[in-house]
């Protein structure tokens, strides 16, 4: 069963990143264009994505993450490393249900409110900035996640003489 739950944690946990990327991409297109046609299409689409795989990814992310610390020698509270993906899984998680899809369907209303012609930049407001910022914070939260499940720093809990950055032994697992 260990297999399978990594395979559905990696792939989760590179779509996530890889969403924020797409977000990203769109936002940029949106906040540096002169084309209100192409800024309507870049703020739908990013509602679109948001919609469909903001709240599946997070939650599959956290929750096969969750499972693996249980189901593993890592466990969830015995490594610093291990203990702080899980509080910036589950705080990304949140943000990423509550704030950005917030973000996006703001995004959206205003790409709604002038469906033809140019939007006038006072319409869009702290918008096409919020539609930067909120994906690349994630996207920078989700690579130090990554960072810290490559090198593993910090050590076991509660162990002060334990060897930073040891494997566990595979019983377990």
Same mark, same amino acid.
């Given at each position: 069963?260990?297999? *399978? ?8 946990? $590179? ?50 993450? $969750?499972?693996? %610390?249980? %189901?593993?020698?890592? /466990? ?14 589950? =705080? ?20 709604? =409110?002038?469906?033809? /012609? ?6 869009? /407001?702290?918008? +096409? ?5 909120? *994906?690349? $914070?994630? !996207? ?7 960072? !810290?499940?490559?090198?593993? *720093? ?6 002060? /003489?334990? +060897? ?6 595979? %019983? %377990?697992?």
């Amino acid at each position: 069963m260990r297999k *399978p739950l990594v395979v559905l944690h990696v792939v989760a946990s $590179v779509s996530w990143p890889a969403l924020m990327l797409c977000l990203l991409t769109l936002a940029v297109t949106a906040l540096t264009t002169a084309d209100a046609d192409r800024l309507r299409a870049a703020y739908r689409a990013m509602g679109m994505l948001g919609d469909a795989l903001v709240l599946p990814l997070s939650l599959l992310t956290f929750l096969s993450g $969750v499972a693996l %610390g249980l %189901g593993t020698s890592w /466990g969830l509270f015995r490594y610093y490393w291990v203990s702080t993906k899980f509080w910036l899984t589950l =705080a990304a998680m949140a943000a990423s249900v509550f704030a950005l899809t917030s973000r996006l369907h703001d995004a959206v209303r205003v790409a709604d =409110a002038h469906p033809n /012609g140019p939007i006038p930049v006072a319409e869009l /407001g702290f918008v +096409r900035y919020n539609t930067v910022i909120v *994906p690349a $914070v994630a !996207l920078s939260l989700y690579l130090f996640n990554v960072a !810290l499940s490559v090198y593993k *720093p910090w050590g076991r809990r509660g162990e002060a /003489g334990a +060897r930073r950055g040891r494997i566990p032994e595979a %019983g %377990g697992a």
